[in-house]
Nanobody, 119 residues
Framework: QVQLVESGGGLVQAGGSLRLSCAAS????????MGWYRQAPGKQRELVAT???????NYADSVKGRFFNSLDNAKNTVYLQMNSLKPEDTAVYYC?????????????WGQGTQVTVSS
């Protein structure tokens, strides 16, 4: 099973930047689809960005042009660079890995990291 560990959340003022990290226990190339999600208080978890190996990242409209995903394959780590942050970006951010093994499809989630944007 793929394990994911996130880091990099924190408190930032509106207009500021943060970079989240998601370290996977296996090669990212072995994971079919990876994604970033977030969940604000009282709201459902929503998609922020998804990507699969060798393809472009798809971003939610609310973060396009402000958030950017990158990979460090040598470290099995993905990053989410978040710029021009807004108070409405406040949420717990989760990393997700969707992959297949001999016993079928799997989904792994990180523990989540809190991002708080003050106005």
């Amino acid at each position: 099973q793929v394990q994911l560990v996130e880091s990099g959340g924190g408190l930032v003022q509106a207009g500021g930047s943060l970079r989240l990290s998601c370290a996977a226990s296996k090669s990212i190339f072995s994971i079919n689809v990876m994604g970033w999600y977030r969940q604000a208080p009282g709201k459902q978890r929503e998609l922020v960005a998804t990507f699969s190996s060798g393809s472009r990242t798809n971003y939610a409209d609310s973060v396009k042009g402000r958030f950017f995903n990158s990979l460090d394959n040598a470290k099995n780590t993905v990053y989410l660079q978040m710029n021009s942050l807004k108070p409405e970006d406040t949420a717990v951010y989760y990393c997700n890995a969707h992959y297949y093994s001999s016993d079928g499809p799997h989904d792994s989630w990180g523990q989540g990291t809190q991002v708080t944007v003050s106005s």
